[in-house]
Nanobody, 126 residues
Framework: VQLQASGGGLVEPGGSLRLSCAAS????????MAWFRQAPGKEREGVTC????????YIADSVKGRFTISADNANNTVWLQMNSLKPEDTAVYYC????????????????????WGQGTQVTVSS
């Protein structure tokens, strides 16, 4: 499976963006999809994760109440709606998928995912 992330761009603080992650196909078992981000000089951070089978999610405290993940299983697409964006949200955002992982409600680690998209730049600046 290949993942294609899109929707990044430049937005002013307080603005919104919607990222999408389209999968070329989903063979049986790709349960979890997630978004990570990496700012310059920082480690990759887990942002949010969704279990495609039941819609349960994990979301990082840093974006809780502002970001929402959703999935369209029929079209093999996952979205990340980002509202009330802050300069500290500036990063390259990556989508990821895994056939075996089930999103935990407590944490999210990049090492749990084996399929990655190419990343899309989000810049929040006035």
């Amino acid at each position: 499976v290949q993942l294609q992330a899109s929707g990044g761009g430049l937005v002013e603080p307080g603005g919104s963006l919607r990222l999408s992650c389209a999968a070329s196909e989903f063979s049986f078992g790709y349960h979890a999809m997630a978004w990570f981000r990496q700012a310059p000089g920082k480690e990759r951070e887990g942002v949010t994760c969704i279990n495609r089978s039941d819609g349960t999610t994990y979301i990082a405290d840093s974006v809780k109440g502002r970001f929402t993940i959703s999935a369209d299983n029929a079209n093999n697409t996952v979205w990340l709606q980002m509202n009330s964006l802050k300069p500290e949200d500036t990063a390259v955002y990556y989508c990821a998928a895994d056939p075996d992982y089930y999103c935990s409600e407590y944490d999210l680690f990049s090492s749990d995912f084996n399929v990655w998209g190419q990343g899309t730049q989000v810049t929040v600046s006035s």
